[in-house]
């Protein structure tokens, strides 16, 4: 086993990327030389250039084995991760996004464990609590991106493939179709994890390893959101089930976007009869006690006052939810 050449591709996808993707190759580089000095590896890494600005070539110096593949056309992440496993040379595919600081032992970690687990579909690495943004607000999208997975296992049964930094065969991606892709902010993962458990395989996180990353301010998670609730509505229809603890829609994320619908229903109503003010109340009452371990979890992750802000920010997601669903129906309509 020790003298097992070990080979896979990493495959990066990009839109425009900024000086965040040279900190990503610089962090896969020192996970490559940590790799190297237990197995005897053979790689290949694959930045695919979806359709944005010609990608500064110098990036091919810090590391070996680099190829830039650029896209006429931009046609959303998942399409650039189907390039990148189409083209790609070996069997075991990683895949990375372009923000992201993984640790030096991540590669080896996600290889090995991959090995080992039983009927595996996908491994991914956990995102660590630690923001690369200071923008004030991106600490509430931090601690929202993070949140469900802190009393769990070191290795997780999820619903769906992590994406932004996993592994997977390229031959089991094949056979079950490979990636789907989606317009703006994508939900490719979702549609690709279920895919996977329908296979009779799962998708597992692990707390082996962690990567770092730029947690976006609240305004452009909540665009995101928007076009991420429209895509994911039919996937939902197909599926007929929620996501996993820790993902982007689950049944205590979806109770409080309706409780947050129906105050702002109750609010419109309101212009024209006469309600009394304590059904406002109960509602906002309601909504935060279906929010409270995530309020508990803020807490313990900045301090109580931050609450506050998070209050605002959790009406602010809900809020873009309600909107991405009847973004969704609109576009269900249209399509029938």
């Given at each position: 086993m020790d003298n097992e050449n070990i080979e896979f591709s990493i495959i990066i996808p990009t839109f425009n990327p900024d000086y965040k993707i040279v900190e990503t190759l610089k962090s896969i580089k020192e996970s490559i030389f940590f790799f190297e000095k237990k197995k005897r590896i053979n790689f290949e890494i694959l930045i695919i250039n979806d359709g944005g600005k010609k990608i500064d070539l110098q990036i091919i110096k810090i590391i070996k084995n680099i190829k830039i593949i650029n896209l006429k056309k931009n046609r959303g992440v998942g399409y650039a991760r189907e390039v990148g496993a189409r083209i790609s040379k070996f069997k075991k595919l990683f895949y990375f996004d372009s923000d992201i600081i993984i640790k030096n032992n991540t590669l080896n970690v996600l290889y090995e464990e991959f090995n080992k687990l039983k009927n595996v579909g996908s491994l991914g690495a956990l995102q660590s609590?630690?923001?690369?943004?200071?923008?004030?607000?991106?600490?509430?999208?931090?601690?929202?991106?993070?949140?469900?997975?802190?009393?769990?296992?070191?290795?997780?049964?999820?619903?769906?493939?992590?994406?932004?930094?996993?592994?997977?065969?390229?031959?089991?991606?094949?056979?079950?179709?490979?990636?789907?892709?989606?317009?703006?902010?994508?939900?490719?993962?979702?549609?690709?994890?279920?895919?996977?458990?329908?296979?009779?395989?799962?998708?597992?996180?692990?707390?082996?390893?962690?990567?770092?990353?730029?947690?976006?301010?609240?305004?452009?998670?909540?665009?995101?959101?928007?076009?991420?609730?429209?895509?994911?509505?039919?996937?939902?229809?197909?599926?007929?089930?929620?996501?996993?603890?820790?993902?982007?829609?689950?049944?205590?994320?979806?109770?409080?976007?309706?409780?947050?619908?129906?105050?702002?229903?109750?609010?419109f109503f309101s212009f024209f009869l006469q309600i009394n003010n304590i059904f406002f109340l109960i509602l906002f009452i309601l909504n935060l006690f279906t929010e409270f371990n995530f309020l508990k979890f803020i807490k313990k992750l900045y301090n109580i006052n931050y609450i506050p802000f998070s209050i605002i920010g959790v009406f602010l997601i809900n809020f873009s939810i309600i909107l991405g669903f009847f973004y969704g129906l609109l576009n269900l309509t249209r399509k029938n």
């Amino acid at each position: 086993m020790d003298n097992e050449n070990i080979e896979f591709s990493i495959i990066i996808p990009t839109f425009n990327p900024d000086y965040k993707i040279v900190e990503t190759l610089k962090s896969i580089k020192e996970s490559i030389f940590f790799f190297e000095k237990k197995k005897r590896i053979n790689f290949e890494i694959l930045i695919i250039n979806d359709g944005g600005k010609k990608i500064d070539l110098q990036i091919i110096k810090i590391i070996k084995n680099i190829k830039i593949i650029n896209l006429k056309k931009n046609r959303g992440v998942g399409y650039a991760r189907e390039v990148g496993a189409r083209i790609s040379k070996f069997k075991k595919l990683f895949y990375f996004d372009s923000d992201i600081i993984i640790k030096n032992n991540t590669l080896n970690v996600l290889y090995e464990e991959f090995n080992k687990l039983k009927n595996v579909g996908s491994l991914g690495a956990l995102q660590s609590y630690e923001n690369l943004n200071n923008e004030y607000t991106s600490k509430f999208v931090c601690a929202k991106t993070c949140y469900g997975f802190e009393n769990k296992p070191q290795t997780i049964e999820f619903s769906a493939i992590h994406s932004e930094c996993c592994i997977i065969d390229k031959l089991f991606l094949r056979n079950i179709g490979g990636w789907k892709f989606y317009s703006k902010s994508g939900g490719e993962e979702f549609e690709l994890g279920h895919r996977i458990l329908n296979y009779k395989k799962k998708n597992y996180l692990t707390k082996k390893t962690n990567y770092y990353t730029y947690y976006e301010n609240i305004l452009r998670r909540c665009n995101k959101i928007i076009y991420r609730t429209s895509n994911y509505l039919p996937i939902f229809l197909k599926r007929k089930k929620f996501e996993s603890e820790g993902a982007f829609a689950t049944n205590t994320q979806v109770a409080s976007a309706f409780l947050t619908l129906s105050q702002i229903t109750l609010i419109f109503f309101s212009f024209f009869l006469q309600i009394n003010n304590i059904f406002f109340l109960i509602l906002f009452i309601l909504n935060l006690f279906t929010e409270f371990n995530f309020l508990k979890f803020i807490k313990k992750l900045y301090n109580i006052n931050y609450i506050p802000f998070s209050i605002i920010g959790v009406f602010l997601i809900n809020f873009s939810i309600i909107l991405g669903f009847f973004y969704g129906l609109l576009n269900l309509t249209r399509k029938n």
